[in-house]
């Protein structure tokens, strides 16, 4: 996802290589360096793509379902630029819907129609739409599901089958924007008029969100922040008593009296021992674990102090680049996508896996990427950034680093491969996505704003 300092931009200091363990419940096995030089594990080398857009492995396929520009909403407009975190919900008879996030700030050419009803700032061109698609991963509709808001980044499902869009920015009121920024705000991919008059969920929060996370047993959420200056904090949201999650559940809570603070919102604060760890970038070894706790966050809408701001060093712990999350394996995962000596990051990575155990409150390091020597060549992966769980074991990450752009693939074993390869531009991949049925990926390059929909030999794993 993007930020306001890009990953793209940052200058490399050192050079070390490797993948490290693979993600516990998905894929059991330690992988060494080499894991992540290796373009021939998984499903083999990729095919260059005559048609210039997606190199794939030999007997896998793709389809453009949405483009940028191109392709049209039902309204008329074109599809909006910059898709980012993107859901797969189920419809009837193998048909759904893709919740597709589009991350615009201001300067992207197509801009989210601020359509009557369903804007809530019509100063603002991000937002959310609806792609409803055959069993086959075919566009039959496009349709605005939200309008309004600003760098809707990635998000989450939630145990309703809703999605939940996030606004990575803190962008206050004033010139084009009407009202202040920095929410989360929910969709339904069905229900059309559930959509109608946009509510910030404000009890989650204002400031520059990445993603979430849903524990469908007690409907926590969980979620990163994307920032810096300082560095930003992982939050858990703590709903209050009584509350149910269902459709309609966190809006009617957001409108309730005293809504805006519903809840209890947390930032972590991990620590090894008796030692405090100030910064996730400390952990350098896979299968390092950090007992955590929880701190209340004073004034969660940020109306003086940013959120990050208002914690000392030593009462949370921050990261640099805090990007996906996935709930799986009765834990949430999240993605750290990279840290520097610059941005103030005590140890230096391409890339960290951690995962939540609110179990025993706990966080441990599944993966971790040392700093890629040449992000020119192919078979050398860094700053994954959406991660998903893939059906058929391991996980799919969408790669958000320097020089090439990838799908990256970590299988059963632990080995990393590219799954696929952006050969229209440096763009990152974003929204990677399973359907039920495990049959179709549906993936993005955010810029210009490509949705694709691949299908191939997906049991065939080497």
Excluded at 19 to 42: M, N, Q, T
Excluded at 427 to 450: C, H, M, V
Aim: hydrophobic content about 35%; charged content about 20%.
């Amino acid at each position: 996802m993007t930020s306001s300092v890009s990953r793209r931009g940052v200058l490399r200091a050192s050079a070390a290589g490797g993948l490290g363990i693979a993600l516990a419940g998905s894929i059991p096995a330690i992988a060494g360096p080499a894991a992540a030089h290796a373009p021939a594990a998984g499903y083999g080398p990729l095919v260059p793509d005559p048609a210039g857009l997606l190199a794939l492995p030999a007997g896998f396929a793709y389809t453009v379902v949405a483009y940028a520009g191109q392709t049209r909403l039902e309204t008329g407009q074109l599809t909006p630029s910059d898709a980012d975190g993107t859901a797969f919900f189920r419809g009837h008879r193998g048909a759904g819907a893709l919740v597709n996030n589009h991350e615009i700030g201001g300067s992207e050419p197509f801009r989210v129609p601020a359509l009557a009803g369903l804007a809530y700032d019509p100063g603002a061109g991000g937002g959310t739409t609806t792609i409803d698609v055959d069993h086959d991963g075919n566009r039959i509709g496009d349709y605005v599901s939200l309008a309004g808001t600003h760098n809707n980044c990635a998000g989450g499902r939630t145990p309703w089958n809703t999605w939940l869009t996030c606004e990575e920015t803190e962008q206050r009121k004033g010139g084009i924007f009407l009202r202040d920024h920095g929410y989360v705000f929910e969709v339904d991919p069905f229900d059309r008029e559930a959509n109608y008059d946009p509510v910030p969920l404000k009890f989650l929060g204002r400031y520059s969100h990445e993603a979430v996370a849903v524990n469908p047993r007690n409907n926590e959420i969980y979620l990163t922040e994307d920032a810096s200056g300082p560095l930003g904090l992982y939050f858990r949201w703590r709903p209050p008593r009584g509350f149910r999650g269902r459709k309609g559940a966190l809006r009617e809570l957001a409108l309730s009296e005293g809504g805006a603070t519903a809840g209890r919102l947390q930032a972590m604060r991990a620590r090894h021992g008796k030692t405090h760890i100030t910064d996730l970038s400390a952990a350098t070894r896979p299968g390092t674990r950090y007992q955590v706790d929880w701190v209340d966050v004073p004034d969660r809408d940020a109306r003086t102090t940013s959120v990050r701001q208002q914690f000392t060093d030593d009462e949370v712990t921050r990261s640099r680049k805090l990007e996906g999350a996935w709930w799986g394996d009765g834990g949430a995962y999240f993605v750290a996508s990279y840290a520097r000596a610059a941005d103030g990051s005590v140890n230096e990575h391409d890339g960290q896996v951690w995962f939540y155990d609110p179990e025993d409150e706990t966080i441990t390091l599944k993966t971790i990427f040392g700093v890629n020597p040449d992000p020119s060549a192919e078979g050398n992966f860094d700053g994954p950034d959406n991660i998903t769980v893939s059906p058929y074991g391991g996980v799919i990450l969408a790669e958000d680093g320097e020089g090439l752009s990838h799908l990256v693939g970590v299988d059963e074993h632990g080995a990393a491969f590219a799954l696929a390869r952006n050969e229209l531009n440096d763009s990152e991949f974003t929204g990677p996505t399973f359907s039920p049925d495990g049959r179709i990926l549906f993936a993005n390059i955010q810029s210009p704003g490509i949705v694709f929909a691949i299908t191939g030999p997906w049991g065939r794993v080497r």
